[in-house]
């Protein structure tokens, strides 16, 4: 789970893929996709916090230099990806509720 293909892939993968909605969504007029880009924002934060999690997990049963040397980059780095999501999610909660003001009035 710490490979640095998976570690950091899928979060990339993600941000892909969000990014590609969001001009998607800026071309088009389909509804809803400002909920996908919600979706992908907080799986990206799940699959991260989970990764950060195991990476814990591990640095607890042994050292956190040890785990470092052995995946070979530092565990904090783990963080980035979760909090590039969550500010992805707070920018997603902030529109919807905007568009939802706007439609009340």
Request: aromatic share 16%; no cysteine.
């Amino acid at each position: 789970m710490l490979n640095v293909y998976f570690a950091f892939g899928v979060p990339l993968f993600l941000l892909l893929l969000y990014f590609a909605v969001t001009i998607f969504r800026k071309k088009t007029s389909v509804p809803y996709l400002g909920f996908v880009n919600f979706i992908i924002a907080g799986f990206l934060t799940a699959f991260s916090f989970q990764v950060l999690q195991f990476a814990l997990h591990q640095a607890g049963n042994s050292s956190r230099l040890q785990v470092e040397e052995e995946i070979g980059y530092p565990l904090m780095v783990l963080g980035l990806p979760l909090i590039i999501g969550a500010i992805l999610v707070i920018i997603n909660i902030y529109g919807a509720y905007l568009r939802v003001r706007k439609t009340k009035k």
